[in-house]
């Protein structure tokens, strides 16, 4: 143990980090000495939609937070985030309409009822396609260079408030970055 604890304070040294991006999508091969050298007050976890694995991994996720500094370390992740109801049940019919609007509406004459019903169709179609990463599970991040920023969209927003912020402030003048939760005991 001795020895363990020594290996992560050298490395923290050159390791150390107030905010990491984990790797490989919250895989589960990942190095718990090296997240113990990261020793991050906040860790960001972007995984994508639709694949035939698990990302973030439950066991990653534990050791991201087992590993990261603070009484309530920070793991934002797109996945997890990105919580709605699901508007579009079967893209590839709303993909096809469209297709088939795009030909018709240039046939029909210029001005007619017919020609203004298609363009209708057509633009409620358009806007119908809300489903979008950049509309849910966005994390964003921005810092002056000695205070951080972490702020995650909100599924609905909670009146004005569309965001869920999270501030990062130096420990004293130099010290490294902290959240302070306004939840702590």
Known sequence: MEAYEALVTAARRVFQVDVAKACHHGAADLSTKFLAALNPVATVISSGDDEPHSHPRAD?????????????????????????????????????RLKELRAEIPLAPEGSALRKRLIRE????????????????????????????????????????????????????QGPLRHLSTYED
């Open 60 to 96: 990653a996720l534990g050791a991201t937070g087992l590993h990261s500094r603070g009484t309530r370390p920070l793991i934002f992740s797109t996945e997890l985030a990105r919580s709605h109801r699901d508007v579009m049940k079967r893209p590839e019919v709303l993909r096809n």
């Open 122 to 173: 057509f633009d409620k179609a358009v806007d119908g396609l809300e489903r979008s990463v950049a509309v849910y599970g966005t994390i964003q991040l921005r810092s002056d260079g000695h205070r951080v920023v972490l702020a995650q969209k909100l599924e609905r927003p909670r009146g004005s408030t569309k965001w869920d912020l999270y501030r990062l402030e130096p420990q004293g003048t």
